[in-house]
């Protein structure tokens, strides 16, 4: 099914699995579009689906990351590479390390950076070097945070170091041990980073996330609610399962 409202276009899709394909497919047209393609890339559960189906077609010979170039939208902080709960060891564990991508070109904030302002900096400089990214794709947060960007971020910040709420704490304690383990701030692009992509793919899955999913779509552009400003941005997908599209699809109906 898709719908379009405003600027969105909205693909639901009846299972994570096709979810995941279609988000697949997006970043693989990308891809064999532009050779040199910026990707902006994210963390959590949602996206990893799309990420094996990705490995699944580098290893068909469909799709080549020779020329691709990946920023990663944050980094929790403190937190060693060797931490099996850094977002660089995610990247590496579910695509990095089986696809054809240069390491080089995989960029992340570094989350043991002794001076987190000049990490920002250098991070968002070295996207501005790449020209950019050309599509940056996006889970969303339990309270609307994109990246880490929480609830009353600037929308116009860039890359910046942030102080992560209780509740989000919280909703990555299951990857962790315990919610004592979960880094209490991160590095993560701003709002004002995101917006700048040429394209954004949101894929939003689960009916735990129907009604923020409500809230960024169709609610109020608020900063009390990050993801509302793609609202805003000319160029943007969310692909969802039916699940997490159901407050959505009862309203657009
Ligand atoms: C983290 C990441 C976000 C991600 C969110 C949702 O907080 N910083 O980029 O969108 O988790 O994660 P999940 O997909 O596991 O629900």
New binding site residues.
């Given amino acids: 099914m898709e719908k379009r409202y405003r600027n969105f276009k909205i693909i639901i899709k009846d299972s994570y699995d096709n979810t995941s394909s279609a988000v697949a497919d997006i970043i693989a047209d990308c891809i064999n579009t532009k050779a040199n393609t910026v990707l902006g890339l ?6 990893v689906g799309a990420y094996k189906k990705l490995i699944e077609m580098q290893s068909a010979g469909k799709l080549d990351f020779s020329r691709v170039t990946c920023f990663n ?2 980094e929790y902080h403190p937190i060693a590479a060797t931490n099996d709960q850094s977002y660089k060891y995610f990247m590496k564990d579910n695509l990095f390390d089986h696809i054809n991508i240069d390491p080089a070109n995989t960029h992340i904030p570094d989350g043991m950076a002794a001076d987190v302002q000049t990490e920002c900096i250098a991070y968002e400089q070295k996207i501005a070097a790449a020209s950019g990214i050309d599509l940056q794709l ?4 339990m309270n609307g ?4 960007n929480e609830p009353a971020s600037a929308f116009s910040r860039v890359t910046n170091y942030v102080e992560l709420e209780a509740s ?1 704490i919280e ?2 304690s299951r990857y962790f041990d315990s919610a004592d383990e979960v880094p209490k701030h991160a590095l993560t692009m701003g709002i004002g980073t995101i917006f700048a992509a040429r394209q954004i793919v949101m894929m939003i899955t689960g009916a735990a996330k129907a009604n923020i999913a409500e809230a960024a779509v169709l609610g109020n552009i608020t900063p009390q609610v990050p993801a509302s400003i793609l609202q805003l941005h000319p160029n943007v997908m969310l692909v969802m399962d039916g699940d997490a599209a159901k407050n959505i699809i009862a309203r657009l109906a």
């Fill in positions: 994210a963390t959590g559960g949602t996206p939208l944050d996006l889970g969303i947060g945070h994109i990246g880490f989000t909703a990555n």
